[in-house]
């Protein structure tokens, strides 16, 4: 059924670009929100399938468990343990709903950045790119300056972890950081973007201890001071904008599964407000 939304969909995006009279665009653009709709409804009744289906694997994993530990098997219980707490952190994660940092808090982080930080261009680049390119630790880390179109303001994210790798448009000002940043830092033995005074590429542990040592001076709460919270907030940004599809929001992330861009859009404040606009607008037909 998904997929057959998705299809009609892009016909329909077809049909738009050869319209010709402003009465048939309207009705191709009505029918391509009905759709967007239809499949994001698809898309959270698959949400909840696979809630029941973590939920029974869960079940399936602490049984087997206690099958291992049974057998003294101390590397199996090990080994099961973790994927039992992975996958409880999933279940949690999905019960609780997404965290994020407003834009304003972000801000204040930078703040703090540039007050108190001795490499203040790096760390607030790292934030900056963090933010508008929805990476991860690992990929702003992996970084490289071949990555970067300095003269169209482009970068090229090689997404890790199932996702799409993409190229997206960052902020002018961005680059001209990023600019600044390459200028003072010239380094012929590597072409990674950041590094560390220790070593030859910054790592994720001085990413994280970066990113939390300047959240808690800013205020922010020590449980909202994870990296992947930076690419949380660019998701709910995008989505309470009110300017991008569902399916624009799922390629600037680089998700391989809408379902992942759905925990974003599904109930956001802009697009139950636009919901609400068309409702108060629909004509009595009685």
């Not at 973790?82 to 279940?91: F, M, P, S, V, Y």
């Amino acid at each position: 059924m998904i997929n057959i939304i998705k299809s009609s969909i892009e016909n329909n995006k077809e049909l738009l670009k050869n319209a010709k009279t402003k009465k048939e665009k309207n009705y191709i653009c009505q029918k391509l929100i009905e759709l967007e709709k239809e499949l994001e409804n698809e898309m959270l009744k698959q949400d909840k399938e696979t809630n029941k289906i973590l939920l029974e694997k869960l079940g399936q994993l602490k049984t087997e468990r206690n099958y291992i530990e049974l057998q003294n098997d101390y590397m199996g219980v090990k080994k099961i343990s973790r994927e039992i707490r992975k996958l409880q952190a999933e279940i949690n994660e999905r019960k609780a709903g997404i965290k994020f940092l407003s834009f304003q808090q972000i801000k204040s982080i930078i703040r703090s950045i540039r007050k108190f930080s001795k490499n203040p261009t790096r760390d607030e680049l790292i934030i900056q790119l963090g933010f508008y390119l929805g990476l991860r630790v690992s990929e702003i880390r992996d970084l490289k300056i071949s990555d970067i179109d300095f003269l169209d303001y482009k970068v090229q994210c090689r997404r890790k972890k199932n996702s799409l790798t993409n190229i997206i448009d960052v902020p002018v000002d961005t680059i001209k950081l990023l600019t600044k940043y390459k200028n003072e830092n010239e380094r012929s033995y590597t072409d990674y973007v950041f590094s560390s005074s220790k070593s030859n590429t910054i790592t994720p542990q001085g990413i994280n201890g970066m990113f939390k040592k300047y959240g808690l001076m800013a205020g922010i709460p020590k449980e909202y001071l994870h990296f992947h919270i930076l690419k949380h907030s660019r998701g709910v940004y995008l989505a309470e904008s009110g300017i991008y599809t569902t399916q624009e929001i799922q390629r600037i992330l680089g998700h391989k599964e809408i379902k992942s861009t759905l925990v974003y859009t599904a109930f956001s404040k802009a697009q139950n407000e636009a919901i609400s606009n068309k409702l108060k607008n629909d004509k009595n037909i009685f």
